[in-house]
Structures are given as structure tokens and as C-alpha cells.
């Protein structure tokens, strides 16, 4: 079983910067492929960012493309989400997930999630 445990959620002014970390244990992180999902309130789960065991390459939404930055470090076990320019519609729970073979668009098959980390955008 993979744990992992997501952080770094809170509260920002439009405009403003977060960065998210998932924390993985209990597997070889490295042998996963590695992605962030957001679901806002009402909403359904929408692909964020994915990337692959190594850290290149990575895939973005258009949505976030160009603001956020997906990295991992599998020497600490983690993967981050450096979120810049953010948007109201950015305000949604970001959920990390490991996938062994790959990690789709649309979130299915997932092996591992975890639990979720807040993020609202006030403007």
C-alpha cells in the first residue's frame, strides 16, 4: 500500500503563489508516475498535471499550463505542486495520485489517492 498524504493548502489572494507537496510512503515512490487532480465544490475531478518516475516529462492541463509546475523528488519520497498567478476557478480540494503504469487524463484506474488539501482563491 502507497500512503499519500497531501499539504500546503490554504488560503490566497488572487494572484497569489501555493505550493503543494504529497508525501509518499510505504512503497518504492519511485515506481510510480505521479499526478494532481483538483475538484471544486460542485464540480467534477479535473486533471491538473502528471509526470512521469524519472520527473521528464510532464503534461499539463491547458487550464493551469504556463502557471503550475509539477516536480518530484524521489530521495524524499514527495511531489510538488508550485502554483503561481492563481485564480478564483483555481479554488477546488487537490487530491496527488500514483499510478503504476501511468497516470490518464481522466483519473481512472488510479492506484493510489490521497486524502486531499484545500485550496481557495479569494479575490
Known amino acids: 500500500q502507497l500512503e499519500l498524504v497531501e499539504s500546503g493548502g490554504g488560503l490566497v489572494l488572487a494572484g497569489g503563489s501555493l505550493r503543494l507537496s504529497c508525501a509518499g510512503s510505504g512503497l518504492a515512490f519511485s515506481s510510480f508516475y505521479m499526478g494532481w487532480f483538483r475538484q471544486a465544490p460542485g464540480k467534477e475531478r479535473e486533471f491538473v498535471a502528471r509526470?512521469?518516475?524519472?520527473?521528464?516529462?510532464?503534461y499539463y492541463a491547458d487550464s493551469v499550463k504556463g502557471r503550475f509546475t509539477i516536480s518530484r523528488d524521489n530521495a524524499k519520497n514527495a511531489m510538488y505542486l508550485q502554483m503561481n498567478s492563481l485564480k478564483a476557478e483555481d479554488t477546488a480540494v487537490y487530491y496527488c495520485?500514483?499510478?503504476?503504469?501511468?497516470?490518464?487524463?481522466?483519473?481512472?484506474?488510479?492506484?493510489?489517492w490521497g486524502k486531499g488539501t484545500l485550496v481557495t482563491v479569494s479575490t
Open positions: 495520485a500514483a499510478d503504476r503504469t501511468g497516470v490518464s487524463d481522466t483519473g481512472g484506474g488510479i492506484d493510489y
Open positions: 509526470i512521469s518516475k524519472s520527473g521528464i516529462p510532464t
